[in-house]
Nanobody, 123 residues
Framework: QVQLVESGGGLVQAGGSLRLSCAAS????????MGWYRQAPEKQRELVAV???????NYADSVKGRFTISRDNAKNTVYLQMNSLKPEDTAIYYC?????????????????WGQGTQVTVSS
């Protein structure tokens, strides 16, 4: 069984910073892309940032220059450093990973989500 566990959310004032972490654990053979998504109240879930196993990154236009995604492959962990936070960044942030795991003797490529962590930015 594979689990993604996020941490690091909380309440911060506008202009402040937070660092989110997401650790993948379980029967993992390899991890491809890892990413962060967010969902604000009454809005659809949207991509925030994604990082490949080789370290290539992609960001939503709304967070470019403020957020930085990184990963530690040895720890199966992805991070999201969020600076210059704005009230509109308030949302539940979800970790996502494309990985290969064993189901019995079969190696399968599957997508997993974390449980989410709340980020609230006050004005």
């Amino acid at each position: 069984q594979v689990q993604l566990v996020e941490s690091g959310g909380g309440l911060v004032q506008a202009g402040g910073s937070l660092r989110l972490s997401c650790a993948a654990s379980g029967s993992i053979f390899s991890i491809n892309d890892m990413g962060w998504y967010r969902q604000a109240p009454e809005k659809q879930r949207e991509l925030v940032a994604v990082i490949t196993s080789g370290g290539s990154t992609n960001y939503a236009d709304s967070v470019k220059g403020r957020f930085t995604i990184s990963r530690d492959n040895a720890k199966n962990t992805v991070y999201l450093q969020m600076n210059s936070l704005k009230p509109e960044d308030t949302a539940i942030y979800y970790c996502n990973a494309d990985l290969r795991t064993f189901r019995g003797i079969t190696l399968q490529s599957l997508n997993y989500w974390g449980q989410g962590t709340q980020v609230t930015v006050s004005s």
